[in-house]
């Protein structure tokens, strides 16, 4: 049983980088737990404050003479902080962080921004009394107070800023009239707006059957008290969006609260303007392109109950309602659900063990699950729901695979194969549009020599350059940047050039081939800027191109009527990466990208351009058959142990110094041996010590140590073990140590 409680003395933002440890009483052994509020003497004057229990342990911090005592538990507290502080430790247990790291996850805004004030002018007489003010100051002429007078009339109270600008009053006249006690200044809290002047109409969509019997079969486990979590797989275009809506407005009725996960670069207008007019001001948005000033208005707004539905990227996970109903999680497979930040938590077991603290239902939809959520769904832990047919019966997209070596065999040495450029002609003689999709960002990706098949790499990271549209090399992890060499620095060749396969080329390369075509480009440097997403699509919603060329960003969740053509460059770009994920993100861009076409009236067809059109997870993308595809993938899996079918632990240790973070990750390697051969680690594999897969970054020196078994909870035991190892031995103080389960992207 814990003798000891760690505990945070204040809640304010500002003050999360501190704990204090108390001794627990025998009264009160066995009845604390993680999250309970507490009361506590603090400072030299022994004064009661009260605090947050955020850790139990055996281990004294301090001498235990030094130790006060825990008054009691705080009767009643059912503050939402709660909760979050409770889910701040199960995640500093299970992903691996320290508490402090946690909890300024859970509780992301680190100060309280300015309060955004109103000012108002407000009428302080009767309506007739005024009226009788009003004819006097005609009768002498006093325009500006007679024009102010008569609109507070009309409308009491008027924004201060509006009677200045638009009235066109001076604060001279304002002030006198305060004076002769016509009128009164006030100040109300206004709150950031992140929707604009964006209307509600209420309006209600038809489901179909599928989709009615999807929100009856959760409503009606709802309503009994089951609260589940159910993976929806929906093919694209099947209307999952409406089913999420009819859940919420269900879930909202009963007097509870709604957060609605989705990934940032889907996180558009247009998908926010869908929830917005159903729900208006009691919905609202969270994204990275808010201020601080506009994220703390919303998280305010939750937690005094004025919203009922929050949407927005992992972070919204953690928005303070306090009384939960449904978790959404919309394209539930995207891998920027995974924190590459520590802790390095997975939104989708986060939201799971939020709903189940909270009594609340979780919905995972995607046309592509992740095969960790499939596998869940076929052994039982999730409910499997299907939607197999396109609104209105629309038929899946017709798509052709072109081997890009045939191509070259033809002689045709272009990043358009003869197909693509038939069907794009056709296109703009047509009026329809096109969506042209590769995975690349930037003018080229590596710079290579031909002669001697170096690579042009950054002197401080262990990654290639990237060649941009100003002739200069940049290193997209610590910004170090060069001028593009004019020989190869290795053997003084003349033959250096970049992978010429980024959006801008293919935008340069699709309007000379198609001089009369209007392009667009949609990647990470067009909409670095606040709104970038908004313009580009709406410009293209509206048919002010006929061509949008772009990233990941564009094939998420946009529904563009118009567009009937898809091409996919190089769809096998990600498939050889060094990633056991590599097949199941492919299936997953090609399914997803491919889905975008044929939304509207008019049938869609897809052209995917590929060196290796034999390989299932591109040969089964254009069937769109994801079951066969999960079939095959789950296989491979079981046989190498990986996730889901098994569970990976990776530890790095970072340095200044190489040979000290070698040394410290083979000392920990040491110990998980010794514990191996004694026989207490039966089934754990062990990979490593071995480089990163970036072994340097900003001088920073990288190892990695790898470890598999087929129980989770045995690598939390070896996270916990190695941490409490590493807190106690000075050899760690000049090395970083890091934990990730289930890797997604690795170190």
Known sequence: MAMYANIIIDISHEKLDKTFQYRIPAKLQGQLTVGMQVEVPFGNGASKRTGYVVELTDTAEYEISKLKEITEIVEGSIAIEVQLIALAAWMRKNYGATMNHALKTVLPIKQKREEKQQRLVCLALPKETAQEQ??????????????????????????????????????????????????????????????????????????????????????????????????????????????YIELIERVVKSGRQAIVLIPEIALTYQTVVR?????????????????????????????????????????????????????????????????????????????????????????????????????????????????????????????YTIDLREELKQGNRSILSEKLQELMEQRLQDQQQTILFINRRGLAGFVSCRACGGVMKCPHCDVSLSQHNNGRLVCHYCGYTRQMPKVCPECDSPYISGFKAGTQKIEQIVQKRFPQAKVLRMDFDTTRNKGGHEKILSAFANHEADILVGTQMIVKGHDFPNVTLVGVLAADLSLHLSDYHAPERTFQLITQAAGRAGRGKLPGEVVIQTYSPDHYAIAL????????????????????HYPPCGHMLVMLAASRDEMTAYLSIELLAKKIRQAKESGRLLGLQMIGPAEASVAKVKDIYRKVLYFKHEDYSVLVQIKDVLEQFVNRHREFRDVVIQFDFDPMNGF
């Open 621 to 640: 993308a254009k069937k769109q058959d994801y079951r066969k595809f999960y079939e095959t993938e789950i296989a491979y899996r079981e046989l190498m």
């Open 275 to 399: 929830f917005y007019q159903r729900f208006g001001e009691r919905v609202s948005i969270l994204n990275s392109k808010m201020s601080q000033g506009e994220r703390y208005d919303q998280f305010e707004r939750a937690k005094n109950g004025a919203l009922d539905v929050m949407i927005g990227p992992r972070s919204a996970l953690f928005t303070p309602f306090s009384n939960l109903g449904i978790i959404i999680m919309d394209e539930e497979h995207e891998t920027s659900y995974k924190s590459e930040t520590i802790p390095r938590y997975h939104a989708r077991e986060t939201a799971i063990e939020r709903a189940r603290m909270a009594g609340a239902s979780v919905v995972l939809g995607s046309a592509t699950p992740s095969i960790d959520s499939y596998y869940n769904a076929q052994i039982g832990n999730y409910k499997l729901l299907t939607l197999e047919k396109r609104i209105e019966e629309k038929p899946l997209p017709r798509c």
């Open 134 to 243: 009003l004819q006097l100051f005609e009768k002498k002429h006093n325009a500006a107070r007679a024009r102010l007078l008569s609109h507070l009339i009309e409308q009491n109270p008027l924004p201060y800023e509006e009677v200045t600008r638009k009235l066109n009053i001076t604060a001279s006249v304002i002030r006198v009239m305060e004076e002769m006690g016509i009128l009164t200044i006030s100040t109300k809290r206004t709150y950031r707006s992140p929707f604009g002047e964006m209307k509600q109409n209420g309006k209600r969509l038809i489901l179909n059957q599928e989709q009615i019997q999807v929100v009856e079969h959760i409503w009606e486990d709802f309503t009994r008290g089951f609260f589940h979590t159910y993976l929806l797989c929906g093919v694209t275009g099947s209307g999952k969006t409406a089913v």
